[in-house]
Each structure stands twice: as structure tokens, then as C-alpha cells.
């Protein structure tokens, strides 16, 4: 299957699909924030907190997370193998000297490349940033969340990276979602319409929603964190440890 184009295409495809529900519901999870500091806890923090216990007793603490951390690798890894040997199956094919051809393709189709590699480095910084915590230009703390946010998305230059990522992944999601729904067969004269309104419809509640979180910390829209909540938090995190 990993050997023809078609089910290269339709791997690349559901691969997409992986990474497209896990945006769907990280979103979901960011939006905690939204909530404030609280009174003992920001939620955002419990939910990073509940994430880790996550399955337990059954199972060891964090494991359901890493388990998610290595779904989430091997389908990014899948998924750009896949596209990029697709990339070059294409050009092998066309003939010497022949032009791309551009004729009705959307300019997000254009960019798909450019705004992939872009989102491949804004990953690694992202998790280089929030992760690991190893990008601590601000104040950050592990299981500090909502002070991490804080901390970061006061500095304008932090906020400008995350919108400007959150364009081109808007930009990819769009003729992503459109290009899986026609590599795995949903797509039809009649229901066409339908998929690109849906399609841009989710890329614009994935986009505003991702970019709600840094903006409203930067306007001060979101309050400063309660630093005995925080310092709790931390404590706890490290009795765990």
C-alpha cells in the first residue's frame, strides 16, 4: 500500500486526519485558559494536571500522555515522508523542461509545501518553548501553565510568532481538509460545496480559537496569575517527582 501513489495518498490522507482531531481537541484544551486564574487553581492548570493522571491507577502516571506524544510523532513522520515522496513522484513524472502546471490550483495548494515546512518549525519551537521549557526568554515552571502563558504572551514578539504560525496553518488547513475528504472518497458534485464551506469553517474556529489565547494575555484581557496558586502547583508537581 506505502509502495502506490494511491495508497501513499490515502496514508498522507488519514495521517492528516490524526493530526487534524488532535489540533480539534488541543484547541479545546487551550481554551481552559480562557477561564482566568480562579481562585486556587487556573483550570488550564488542572487540566495539564489531569492530562498526566490521566488512567491512573491503571495505568503508571503520564503513560496515556506519552502514548499520545508517540501516535502524534509517528503520524507527523509518516505524513511527511509521504508527502514529500508524493512531491517528487510528481516531478519525476513530468516531462524535462515542462512547467508545473498552475492552471486552477488555489494558491493555498501553491504554498502547501512552504506552509508545511513552516509548521514543522513552529512545532519544534513550540515544544522547545512549552514542553520542555527550553526557550525561557520569560519566567516558566513546569505544571505552571497558566504563568507560563502569562509569562510568554506579554513579550509582543512571542504573540506576533504564534499568529503569524497560526496563518499559514491556516492556509495548510484549508486545501488539507478539502484534499483528504477527496483521498478518501467523500467527496462528490453534490456535497462539494458543503466539504469547502466545512473546511474553511473549521479552519477559521481552529485559527480564532488558537489565537484567543495569546492575544488576550497580551491585551490583558486574561488576569495575572495568583503566584500561591502557581507556587502550589509546582509543589505538587514535584512531590509527584
Known amino acids: 500500500m506505502w ?3 494511491i495508497g501513499k495518498k490515502t496514508i498522507v490522507a488519514v495521517t492528516g486526519a490524526i493530526l ?3 489540533l480539534v481537541l488541543h484547541m479545546a484544551g487551550n481554551l481552559n485558559s480562557l477561564f ?3 481562585g486556587a487553581e487556573p483550570r488550564v492548570d488542572w487540566y495539564a494536571s489531569w492530562l498526566r493522571e490521566f488512567g491512573e491507577p491503571l495505568l503508571p502516571y503520564e503513560s496515556v500522555v506519552w502514548m499520545v506524544r508517540a501516535v502524534l510523532l509517528t503520524a ?3 505524513h511527511i515522508i509521504g508527502v514529500v515522496q ?3 513522484r510528481n516531478r519525476a513524472a513530468r516531462p ?3 512547467p508545473a502546471r498552475k492552471i486552477g490550483r488555489s494558491w493555498e495548494s501553491r504554498l502547501m509545501m512552504l506552509s508545511g515546512l513552516l509548521l514543522l518549525a513552529f512545532i519544534v519551537f513550540h515544544i522547545l ?3 520542555t521549557l527550553t526557550i525561557d526568554v520569560t519566567p516558566l515552571e513546569h505544571g505552571a501553565v497558566y504563568a507560563n502563558l502569562y509569562n510568554a504572551f506579554q513579550e509582543w514578539y512571542f504573540v506576533a510568532i504564534y499568529v503569524v504560525a497560526l496563518v499559514f496553518l491556516g492556509l495548510h488547513l484549508r486545501h488539507a ?3 483528504l475528504a477527496q483521498t478518501l472518497g467523500l467527496d462528490s458534485p453534490e456535497r462539494n460545496r458543503g466539504i469547502r464551506y466545512g473546511a474553511t469553517g473549521l479552519t477559521v474556529l481552529l485559527v480564532v480559537g488558537f489565537a484567543l489565547v495569546p492575544v488576550l494575555f497580551w491585551t490583558g484581557v486574561l488576569a495575572a496569575p495568583d503566584e500561591e496558586s502557581a507556587t502550589a502547583m509546582i509543589n505538587s508537581l514535584k512531590g509527584r517527582a
Open 3 to 5: 509502495r502506490s501513489t
Open 177 to 179: 481538509i478539502w484534499s
Open 36 to 38: 482566568g486564574p480562579g
Open 129 to 131: 518553548q512549552f514542553t
Open 86 to 88: 508524493l512531491s517528487a
Open 20 to 22: 487534524l482531531g488532535y
Open 96 to 98: 524535462a523542461h515542462f
Open 76 to 78: 507527523v513522520v509518516v
